[in-house]
């Protein structure tokens, strides 16, 4: 069975563009979350995707936002980028069974983004 | 709200040596833990998982992680050190009505002397 596929795994952006990250499930599996992670503030949860809508959601600015598709596939947006979203965006899949002990988050590679 | 403190940023160890990696959680409803080890640009592997089924959890690659209520601890180990252990590894924590969204710790790189 195929990981979860990041694209793209570098993107280097100017401040105030605006960019789209790209995150394929496992198949199967119908959550997909979004963490960002800096050498500063360490890994911190973006939002989570099931089944096309955001059920749950970390403390970041509204210039992030993501979507779902029905296929699971999820996207991830960052507008008018700033210096401080250059970081390493991650996401990770699950079958999204709440309180189901055996329903385990599987991350990918991750889309390392500069902003110069 | 939850969150999960892992002491020490730093752990260098001989090769054979016991790995310990210390991790203390807080939360006010019973937890999911979690250890995840991240290799250089890499994403992250799952080594364990503690979901209170047993407080004494075994992983891949020979790790393993004790869940101890009273002292708020799940702290890692590995008996003997492998040069191929080296990487950074994260303890972190989840609700179990939100088992996606994981707080993790702030990370602690492991380095191993031969």
């Known amino acids: ?116 | 709200a939850q969150s999960v403190t892992q002491l020490g940023s730093h752990v260098s160890v001989s090769e054979g040596a016991l790995v310990l990696l210390r991790c203390n959680y807080s939360s006010s409803v019973p937890p999911y833990l979690f250890w995840y080890v991240q290799y250089p640009n890499q994403g992250l592997q799952l080594l364990l998982k503690y979901t209170s089924a047993a407080t004494l959890v075994k992983g891949i690659n020979g790790f393993e992680a004790e869940f101890k209520k009273s002292e708020t601890s799940f702290h890692l180990t590995k008996p003997s050190a492998h040069m191929s252990d080296a990487a950074e590894y994260f303890c972190a924590v989840s609700e179990k009505s939100s088992a996606s969204k994981i707080i993790f710790g702030s990370g602690t790189r492991l380095s191993i002397r031969p």
């Open chain 1, 1 to 116: 069975k195929a990981g979860v596929t990041q694209t793209p795994r570098y993107l280097i952006k100017t401040r105030g563009q605006q960019v789209t990250l790209s995150c394929s499930p496992i198949s199967g599996h119908r959550s997909v979350s979004w963490y960002q992670q800096t050498p500063g503030q360490g890994l911190q949860f973006l939002f989570e995707y099931f089944s096309e809508t955001q059920r749950n959601k970390g403390n970041f600015p509204g210039r992030f936002s993501g979507r779902q598709f029905s296929n699971s596939r999820s996207e991830m947006n960052v507008s008018t980028l700033e210096l401080g979203d250059s970081a390493l965006y991650l996401c990770a899949s699950s079958l999204g069974r709440l309180g189901a002990l055996t329903d385990t988050q599987y991350f990918g590679p991750g889309t390392r983004l500069t902003v110069l």
